[in-house]
C-alpha cells in the first residue's frame, strides 16, 4: 500500500532518485524521511509562494533537495545540521539539481542558528520550517522557527507518530515523552492552526496564525 502511494504521489527530480538510492544504501537510512512527505512540503512551498526557508536535520539532504527544488531561483533555504558526514552525501546531488546555490548549509547546533537568526533582525521573514532532527530538541526548534516564521507561514513537523510509541504510556524514553508533550501543545496553542497527518511516520502541518 505505501508503494502504491508514492508512486502515485510522488514526481522526483532524477537528482532525488539518485540521492535516495544512495541514502538507502546507508547504515542509517531508517532516518531518511518518507519520500512521500517531501513530495508533500514541495507542494506546500509551491503553494504558499515560499522564498525563504528552513530545514532543520539535514541528514543525507534528501528534504533539503526537495525544498530546493521547490523554491523560485531567487529562494533561499537555510539547512541547519551538525554532521558535515551525512551532508557530504548529498552535496553533489543538490549540485546536480541545479539547487547548491540556493542552500545554505549551517553546520552548528540548529538552537543557535536559529537563535542567531532572530538577533539578526530576521524573525517574522521565512515561509516555511522543515522539523526533523534530535527529538528532544523538537520544542526548541518548534517555538525558534515560529518566532521567525511569517504570519500564515507553514512548519512541517516530522515523526509525530514515532512508530505508535506516543500511544503507550508505559514509554518513558526521552525522545518519546518530547514528541507527546510537542503534539500535546500544539494540539492547544493558540497562536496556530494545525493538523497530523498519518504519512509516513506521522507529520503535524503547522499554519502560523496571520496577526
Known amino acids: 500500500m505505501c508503494q502504491y502511494v508514492e508512486d502515485h504521489s510522488c514526481r522526483f527530480h532524477p537528482a532525488q532518485v539518485k540521492l535516495i ?18 513530495q508533500l512540503m514541495q507542494n506546500m512551498c509551491r503553494l504558499i ?16 533537495l526537495a525544498i530546493a ?3 523560485p531561483s531567487d529562494g533561499k533555504l537555510i539547512a541547519c545540521d551538525v554532521n558535515d558526514d551525512f551532508v557530504s552525501i548529498g552535496k ?9 546555490h540556493k542552500i545554505d548549509l549551517r553546520l552548528a547546533p540548529a538552537t543557535e542558528t536559529l537563535q542567531k ?3 539578526e533582525g530576521q ?16 520544542d526548541s526548534y518548534y517555538e525558534l522557527s515560529l518566532k521567525l ?12 507518530i514515532w512508530c ?31 493538523v497530523m497527518l498519518t504519512v509516513g511516520d506521522g507529520c503535524t502541518l503547522v499554519f502560523k496564525h496571520h496577526e
Not at 49 to 59: E, M, S
Request: hydrophobic fraction near 40%; proline fraction near 3%.
Open 164 to 194: 505508535g510509541r506516543i500511544l503507550d504510556s508505559k514509554i518513558q524514553d526521552a525522545d518519546t515523552v518530547a514528541i507527546r508533550s510537542l503534539n500535546d501543545k500544539i494540539q492547544k496553542d493558540d497562536r496556530v492552526d494545525a
Open 149 to 160: 516564521l511569517r504570519p500564515g507561514g507553514i512548519i512541517v513537523i516530522d515523526n509525530v
Open 49 to 64: 509562494r515560499a522564498k525563504k526557508t528552513l530545514d532543520i536535520g539535514v541528514f543525507t539532504g534528501c528534504s533539503a
Open 123 to 138: 524573525s517574522g521573514t521565512f515561509d516555511f520550517a522543515f522539523i526533523d532532527a534530535d527529538k528532544a530538541g523538537y
Open 69 to 71: 527544488l521547490a523554491l
Open 92 to 100: 553533489p546531488y543538490w549540485k546536480e539539481a541545479g539547487v547548491d
Open 21 to 38: 538510492q544512495a541514502t538507502n544504501q546507508h547504515a542509517a537510512s531508517r532516518m531518511m524521511g518518507d519520500p512521500s512527505q517531501h
Open 117 to 119: 537568526l532572530i538577533d
